[in-house]
């Protein structure tokens, strides 16, 4: 693998998964750890394992299945990543940006990410559903930006705006939806570390005062490379544990998956009131 992504090494990858399905997908999601279970209702769908897709971070952990999903909910043609590989497995930081970079060629125009995250907000709970209006991107500022190395100008400009990483449209869009099924939601600000050790209760209450609301290992990359080519982005973080401010809380990614699971409804209601919108 070359150090930086080329446009030949992501059409490759476009052309694989072309060959393997004729839909065409409007809209992508990315399905964070525990909550790939919202893929199953997407029938009749094509799936496409990531290990056949060259160029393709694999997911090596516990909670990922690793393909992509393409089919039909709510009535839009959907291209569902049903779990993704994280910085922490081994792969630079832009190969994690890669999947969004293929469904940016692919014509895919808005894109919704969820996460499992950790709360930060002494108000959240372990089961909150946290609609993000803003992120720190404290993994980028510290040099591990997606977009690092030669701009490829056919998805962005060098220095791309991120006034409005999360589009206030599809959060009202999915803010209505949580209000019309009884989804009980808050809206804060995600920020992104690159684990995958847990915070210590000092790294926690730095994360506190700088203004994070909810913590986790992933989304941020994500989206820096969907705003550079003008994605629409709505995330979404199911809240899975309370974060360990004063170190009386054990995190484990056992709680953090089935915390994840009893959140998938909730999602899903979710996504599905903002798909209908779409
Ligand atoms: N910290 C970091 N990442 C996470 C957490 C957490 O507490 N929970 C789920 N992902």
Redesign the pocket.
Known sequence: MKEFITLDMIDEAVSEVKKRTTRNPEIALILG?GLGDLAESVRPADFIDYKDIPGWPVSTIEGHKGRLVIGNLEGKRVMIMQGRAHYYEGYSINQIGFPIRVMSRMGIKVLIVT?????INPNFVPGDVMIINDHISLIAMCGLNPLKGPNIDEFGPRFPDMSQPYDRELIAFASEAANKTGVKHREGVYIC?A?PS??SPADLRFLHMIGADA???STVPEVIVARHANLRVLGISGI??K??LDGSVV?THEE?LQAGKALVPKLEKIIRGVLRKL
């Open positions: 750890s996460n499992a995250a950790g709360a570390l684990g847990f915070e913590v986790g290992m899975t544990n974060a360990n995190t953090v």
